[in-house]
């Protein structure tokens, strides 16, 4: 069976740091671009950060550029998002997403998912 899961998240402090992680089973992440995206209560899930399927190219949202760092590792069939300077406002549920092809910044365009990992953030 195809999973993506999510690990990593946890409630920090404004400033604090976590390392969100994205396992894959069932298939290899090596063909595939993956995307981090996030969901705050009420608001529409959205894009954060992606990389291609070999790391050459790698996108991020203008709020977590700088912030946040996407890296995957396919030997380990695992991608990661290093989120530092954490701020209340990246409080949301965070998920990985797989696509073939190039990144996209739509979740529709993604094929599959994980089930998240909640952050939260405050002081």
């Known amino acids: 069976q195809l999973q993506l899961v999510e690990s990593g998240g946890g409630s920090v402090q404004p400033g604090g740091s976590l390392r969100l992680s994205c396992a894959a089973s069932?298939?290899?992440?090596?063909?595939?671009?993956m995307g981090w995206f996030r969901q705050a209560p009420g608001k529409e899930r959205e894009f954060v950060a992606g990389?291609?399927?070999?790391?050459?190219?790698?996108s991020y949202a203008a709020s977590v550029k700088g912030r946040f760092t996407i890296s995957r590792d396919n030997a380990e069939n695992a991608v990661y998002l290093q989120v530092d300077s954490l701020k209340p406002e990246d409080t949301a549920v965070y998920y990985c997403?797989?696509?073939?092809?190039?990144?996209?910044?739509?979740?529709?365009?993604?094929?599959?998912w994980g089930q998240g990992t909640q952050v939260t953030v405050s002081s």
């Open positions: 997403a797989a696509r073939s092809g190039p990144i996209q910044t739509v979740s529709i365009a993604y094929n599959f």
């Open positions: 069932g298939f290899t992440l090596d063909d595939f671009a």
């Open positions: 990389i291609t399927w070999e790391g050459g190219r790698i």
